[in-house]
């Protein structure tokens, strides 16, 4: 009787992990189809809910920017960021951006704008999904293509969310390979993509802080 236990015992202690995997890989995939769904279509106030406190601090530090930044301050800013700031500033009204006071709204109005376009999401799916704790990577797939860096999850408040942070470095090398094949600058790259997207050219209060 007791070798019955010590083997049921045995059993369990190897199983229960791969339960747990299997638990947790289920509901990153949950999470991240509904964060894809609510950009897809339009759902600001449920897509913030799956996005973590990194994400969070990372918009508003690039909130405060849009703010505050002078052309010295801007010029200083990784590729990305410095985009993303040249399209809130020329993209959403002064007055709706001095409205805005939290990292969250600022995450939301880029998908009422479409700052943070459909595209980014459309036809993207998760491959093989590692968990370790409260932390977890997965492939990211673009049909049956796998592209060569991975979705960050942090598990907060027992709900895996993703991180958006930890694609700055990939979305940023590929930003300046798109500047570079374009064979102009940077910044008359991005404003060439922004008059493509409004129809406007960006005007020299781009540069300037709106406080």
Known sequence: MFKLI???LLILFFINPVFAQKKAEKQIIESFETYKNAILNNEPDIAVELIDANSIAYYADLLYKIKT???VTVETMKT???LLLFSYRHR???DELLSLNSGEALFKKAIQ???LSKRTVK?????????KGD???AEFKVGEDILPFKYHFNKEKRKWK??????????NESADKLVENSGTTANKYFFLILKMITGRNPGSEIWEPLE
Do not use: C
């Not at 993703?162 to 979305?171: F, Q, Y």
């Open 92 to 94: 959403v009204p002064k």
């Open 113 to 115: 704008t479409g700052i």
């Open 80 to 82: 990305v960021d410095k």
């Open 6 to 8: 010590y083997h049921l």
């Open 162 to 171: 993703i991180d958006l942070t930890a694609l700055s470095e990939p979305d």
């Open 123 to 131: 036809g993207t799916s998760l491959g093989i999904i590692d968990v």
């Open 135 to 137: 932390k977890a990577t």
């Open 69 to 71: 930044a002078d052309s």
